[in-house]
């Protein structure tokens, strides 16, 4: 087994991950406390230092009379006021212990104590925020990294001599005074501390860190590799040996060298138990071919058996399938001929027949009427049980839905003015040709409208639209509509209403008669141009039928 795939190893990454995560937390946490701890110490080392500045400075503005003061009493000007020995002090304090310090204002006296960039930001906040007595902060002088520090200073009594009014007149030292009140801000001792010896104590620090980090990373690898070879990867070695004797068929393997007394032991008491129960399946396993085997051929028997019946059974349907076209036909001639001699009769009694009465030419008309319906519905059940066979065809031809329609609202004239109905034509100007079966697509159309004229009350309205859809900017298909505002058709009976010899529960609907395949009829013919048909219809507000067809069909 390569070590790179092992689970040793990949025990080993996951624990020096874990390990390795968590002390770099720690690595990181203690380098920011490290810093807060060296800011605070600096912060108060310059603070101290500072404050004794600052006493150095009052001791020698309180001795200022004796200091410029001979032994018999005469004033003598000695030149060491606070400025100038605060100046020496601080030159003195530098030069031994690697510091800077200086007093500083942002109008100075001497140009030597002329605040730097950082100072003149820091005294105009001291100078506008009198709460404000300290900043600190760091910085780069020379590639070296420094901290700084601030503290602010206002006028007392004992700077009025030299820095009172009134403002222009020189003072002893021959400067003149500013004016200044007490209270006013003066300026601020400024303090430069050397960061090297912190910065070598942080990387020492960090060094020291990684290098923990890397001794622990590398005991960790070493003490999961240990433990992990002894107590699963020699375990599981075992038990993969013994698996393969197994695949290979020795079902008499048993794991007896395991020595551990954990999941281990309970995993190889489980893998002897099922090579037991294996074994014992093993020895019953022939038995059970031979029986399965028997069952098997008598299965296959009753399969054959079962398939000649069927054979038998397919041939008595062909031949009964047969039959019945040849009755439909027949059937066919031996209905038309007398309904269309009826109806001729009907349609010459109607026509010569001037002495009839209201009541006479009235019957002829339900006569005449009656003969078209029965006619109509016989073609229909005629059409579909040869559709069912699959023996009709459709004949593509160039066809102008725009001809269709007008010939057949020509032909329900009569019906829509004896029941003073309002129908209208609604056709998308340019409407292209499609390529579809005339007598079907008419056919469709018709029973749509005949539909629509049967189930709408007099007086009501009755639209035919014939349009374009679209599909993605393109043109996709023929779209014919038929609306009316009939007795309209719930939505349970909508699911089932294109289904042969169905027509709508609705109360109101039995008054209506047929044959219940119109519909059935008309989604048949639409599905042989590979089209869709489908209904929307609200109860008492109508219905409308709609199909969409091919632009284009193909042979058939």
């Known amino acids: 087994m390569r070590l790179k795939n092992s689970l040793t190893m990949k025990f080993m990454l996951a624990m020096a991950m874990v390990i390795t995560t968590v ?6 946490w203690s380098v920011k406390q490290y810093q807060r701890q060296a800011e605070g110490e600096m912060k108060e080392k310059s603070a101290v230092i500072a404050q004794q500045f600052l006493a150095t400075r009052s001791f020698i503005s309180l001795k200022q009379d004796a200091i410029n003061s001979d032994s018999i009493g005469n004033y003598e000007f000695k030149h060491l006021n606070p400025a100038a020995v605060g100046k020496g002090v601080s030159d003195i304090f530098s030069k031994y212990s690697g510091y800077k310090m200086k007093q500083t204002n942002l109008e100075v006296r001497d140009l030597e104590n002329t605040p730097d960039n950082f100072e003149i930001a820091a005294m105009k906040n001291m100078a506008e925020d009198h709460n404000l007595t300290e900043v600190w902060g760091y910085e780069n002088q020379g590639g070296v990294q420094v901290f700084r520090y601030l503290t602010s200073l206002h006028y007392d009594q004992s700077c009025m001599t030299c820095h009172g009014g009134p403002a222009g007149q020189k003072d002893i030292s021959g400067y003149l005074k500013e004016g200044h009140s007490i209270g006013d801000f003066a300026g601020a001792i400024s303090i430069v501390v050397p960061m090297t010896a912190f910065l070598a104590n942080q990387n020492a620090n960090i060094i020291t860190s990684v290098s923990f980090l890397v001794i622990m990373v590398l005991a960790s690898m070493g003490l999961v590799y240990l433990v992990m070879e002894h107590i699963v990867v020699m375990p599981i070695r075992e038990l993969t040996g013994k698996v393969r004797e197994v695949g290979r068929g020795d079902l008499s393997s048993q794991l007896t060298d395991i020595h551990t007394y954990d999941e281990m032991r309970d995993l190889a008491e489980e893998f002897n138990g099922m090579a037991g129960k ?39 349907l062909t031949e009964t399938n047969r039959l019945k076209s040849e009755f439909l036909a027949v059937m066919s001639h031996e209905l038309r001929t007398p309904l269309t001699a009826i109806i001729a009769f009907a349609e010459i009694l109607l026509t010569e027949g001037d002495s009839l009465s209201s009541q006479q030419r009235e019957y002829l008309e339900d006569i005449f009427e009656s003969g078209h319906q029965l006619l109509s519905q016989i073609s229909d059940i005629l059409d579909l049980s040869k559709i069912e066979a699959g023996l009709i065809r459709v004949s593509y031809q160039e066809v102008d ?7 057949i609202m020509r032909t329900v004239a009569p019906l829509v003015a004896k029941k003073q109905l309002n129908c209208t034509i609604e056709i998308l100007p340019d409407l292209p040709l499609i390529a579809a079966d005339y007598d079907k697509i008419k056919h469709i159309i018709r029973n749509l409208v005949s539909n629509a004229i049967k189930f709408t009350p007099v007086g009501g309205n009755i639209k035919v639209v014939a349009g374009l859809s679209w599909q993605d900017g393109k043109i996709g298909s023929l779209l014919v509509s038929v609306q009316d505002t009939g007795i309209g058709i719930s939505p349970e009976e909508q699911e089932s209403i294109f289904e042969k010899f169905v027509q709508g529960n609705h109360s109101d609907q039995r008054e209506y008669s047929g044959s219940g395949i119109g519909l059935s009829l008309a989604k048949h013919l639409v599905e042989l141009h590979e089209g869709r048909i489908w209904v929307e219809s609200q109860i008492a507000r109508g219905s409308t039928f709609s199909f969409m067809l091919p632009l284009s069909g193909r042979e058939c």
């Open 23 to 28: 002390m770099l937390m720690n690595l990181i």
């Open 278 to 316: 294996l074994q014992l399946l093993y020895n019953s396993l022939e038995t059970k071919v031979d029986e399965r085997t028997r069952q098997l051929h008598n299965a296959n028997d009753q399969l054959a058996q079962q398939g000649r019946e069927l054979m038998e059974i397919n041939i008595r």
């Open 401 to 407: 839905i725009r001809e269709v329609i007008e010939s």
